[in-house]
């Protein structure tokens, strides 16, 4: 069952709650349960929700301020019967942001396959 919550987000995405997990947007909740019937159904192994990747390490500048690292959190990791996994991100619009770190991502994990599901 999705419980809608009346706060939104940037982007004026209506935010839900799953299983106790809170979505960003209603698309991403429908998307965890249609990945929760597959796994049901045995099409996929598992899924995780958020992995997280580094795109950037954090550091210190010479003035000894510490700077966090870049992360890209996606949305799932879903791993399938035949040993593959794919990182899927659920957009409802392709921010400029975005589009940088996807392009970092796909360079410093190169082996991962990345899908936008719009």
């Known amino acids: 069952m999705i419980r809608k919550k ?10 839900a ?4 997990i809170e979505f ?6 429908r998307r965890y349960s249609e990945l929760k019937l ?7 192994k598992s899924f995780t929700c958020q992995p997280v ?12 301020k510490k700077i966090r690292a870049i992360k890209y959190i ?4 879903v791993e399938y019967f035949d040993g593959h ?10 921010t400029p942001v ?3 770190k996807q392009k970092m991502l796909e360079k410093l994990y190169p082996d991962i396959n990345f899908k936008v599901v719009l």
């Not at 960003?24 to 909740?29: G, N, R, V």
């Not at 597959?38 to 996929?44: D, H, N, P, S």
């Open 98 to 100: 975005f589009r940088i």
């Open 74 to 77: 996606a949305d799932f990791q």
């Open 38 to 44: 597959l796994q049901t159904a045995g099409i996929i």
């Open 53 to 64: 990747f580094v795109l950037q390490e954090g550091y210190r500048r010479k003035d000894k």
């Open 17 to 20: 709650i799953i299983d106790g």
């Open 85 to 94: 996994t794919e990182i899927e991100d659920v957009k409802g619009i392709l």
């Open 6 to 15: 009346r706060s939104t987000g940037k982007y004026h995405a209506k935010k």
């Open 24 to 29: 960003d947007s209603l698309k991403e909740s």
